[in-house]
Structures are given as structure tokens and as C-alpha cells.
């Protein structure tokens, strides 16, 4: 069904194309023009497309500031979103436009845009090696090891892919990581349960988000299941410390935000994070957590997380992980994937079917135990 913007914009075809080549003309007057005569065109996405952003979009990726002023002035935000929630500072920044990238800036642009983003505008300017426009952005207090939401890429990896090496170097010297870091093992806390991940999941990424919990740090570690284009493995280091020693952990889509601006938003994203450290205080308080413990929806400890669409629980499962045969454990410390259920009309299921549903996840595919997008 054409939406009522998509019609305006086929309605106006000819004019509005005329008008985006005023912006990358840096027509003001011109823009202007068409603008105080047809208010309602602001409103319209570029080609009438959600997914291709706004005229402010446009203008911040020509570098066109007078225009970026105006349409500011205009009523578009600073943080507008396009389809894949990328604002105009990307855009501005991926295309090295260092002027107009500090006005966004100062006019209350979010230094590493929205967190659902595929891409901030400090990887955005990694691509291009703009170095003065990456100096800026750090200065305003980029994260320097938020991750690419599908390569799992930081800027540093960026700036290395695309051959700036003097950018990555200075982006390491700001304390920047790899995503992919090589790791000795045995010199890190809870290095068999690392080891363990690592052998049966995949490579474990450097971003390491904490709480500090009962007196404890609790990490949130992510692993890439595999080749990382379809799942990875967010999990806790620390809960351990209580006996007897569980880590718990959940399976996500692998371009499931967890940058740290996405797990403390109040966003649906946050529910994963926010859910295994809610999980962890209540082991730490001394709560008994085993294979068939529940997080539900209605408990008050849970209720008010961002829950998604269809679960009711998430339940904890002694996951198998190929090729292991004798389920997730590493030593003496079990590790637990909190699995969604959706209940039956009927509300929670009896102890008995539970356990048989449990004992059917214990082997699933990573599709059948995580998270839906």
C-alpha cells in the first residue's frame, strides 16, 4: 500500500528531484524557494523512500552547511533517522565534511548516532581516512570500540581494512581496540570458561560492558557463533564466584545491538543485557538458578524490561555445545543459555513439560534458542 508521503513524493516527482540537486548544488536560495512554497515536502523522504533518509541527509553528505542550517531552522531534527537508523552525521562524516560535522555536533547531534546504527560516524570516517573529522568526533567523546553492527568491526579495524594505517595507529594511541583481539587465555579472569566459548562458539570480541553487582564485576562478553553472520553469544564473567558456579548466557541475531549506548536505552534492544545482569544480581543474592529456572514477563524483578513480542520466559537450559557431549560445562562452572518460551493459553507450563521442553533445547540449532530480531 503507497503511503501518504510516498504519494506526495510521486505527485512531485520532477519538482522534488529538482530540489535534491539544488541541495547538492548548495542552492540556498534556490531551496528556499521551493521550501516556503511547499512546506510539506520537508516531510518527504528522498525518492519518497523511508529507507534513503531525509533532505538533511542529503545535505549533510554534500557538506552543503548553509542548507543544514536552514532545514535545522526548518523543524528536521539533528538525529532524524534513516532506514537502517543512520543520522546525518554519518553521512556527513563518511564523506569527511569537517564543518559541517562540528555545527551537527554543536547542535546537540549524538557523537555516535543512534545505537541501533549499522555504523557510527567514527567508523564512517575511518572508511574515508578522515583523519581531522576522526580527531573531532573523538574529541566529543566517540566510543572508540563500538562495533560495526554486521562486520563486528571497530574504527580501528576500519581504518585498517581500508588501508589508513596512520589513522588506525592514532586511533589505537586513543586507547582504540581491535574487535578480534589475540588473547592469552590463562592470564584472564575466568580463562576456562573463555577457552571453553571459544573452542565451542568462536572467536570472543573485545567490547566488554560491566556492572559491578553484590561487590562483584559482572562482564558481558559477546562470541560470534561460527563465522558471526547469523548468530553470536552474549554471556556473563563473574557470576561464578557464588557455588555452586553458573554463567549464564543468550543467543542473539548477529546484528543485535550491543553497543553501550543499546543496552542501557530504553529500547528493545537493552532486554538481553539488562536481562543477564538482572539474572546475575538475583544468583549473587543467593537465589538457586538451574536448568529450568525462569525469568518470567510478570515477575516484578523482570517486568519492566523491554520485553520482546511473543515471550513470556526466558528459561535457563544446560545447553550442549557442539561438539561437546556432556553439556555446556567447563570445569565446575556450568554455563546456562536463557532460552524465550512463549506460554500456551493455558499460562506457564507444568514442572513436567517444561523439562521436556527443556531437555529438546538442550541440542537445538542456535535458530531454535535465541532471540527473534
Known sequence: MTSELEKLYDDNAPALAALYTHIEGADLTAVRAALEAHPQWLAVPLFGLASQGTLLHLAARHGCLEIVDYLVKKGLDTGVLDGSHGTPLVDAAGAGHLATVRWLLDNGAAVDGDCRGILTPLIAAAVGGHSEVAALLVQHGADLDRLHLRLNQTARDTALVWGHGALAGWLAEQGGHCAQEQMDYTRVRGSGIFEHIFERVGFVLTPCPSQRLCGQDIDLRTALVGNGRA???????????????????????????????????????????????????????????REGWLAERGDERFRDLPWPEGVDAMVAVDYRFPPATEG??????????????????????????LADWAGKKRAASWKAVAIKA
Open 328 to 353: 555446556a560445562t567447563e570445569g565446575e562452572v556450568t554455563l546456562l543459555l536463557l532460552v524465550p518460551m512463549g506460554y500456551p493459553r493455558a499460562g506457564r507450563p507444568t514442572p513436567e513439560k
Open 231 to 289: 548468530h553470536k553469544l552474549l554471556f556473563t564473567l563473574g557470576v561464578h564466584v557464588s557455588q555452586p558456579s553458573i554463567e549464564l548466557m543468550v543467543a542473539l541475531p548477529y546484528d543485535w545491538p550491543l553497543n553501550r549506548a543499546a543496552i542501557t536505552a530504553d529500547l528493545p534492544c537493552a532486554f538481553p543485557a539488562q536481562l543477564l545482569w538482572r539474572a546475575a544480581q538475583a544468583r549473587l543474592e543467593g537465589e538457586a538458578i
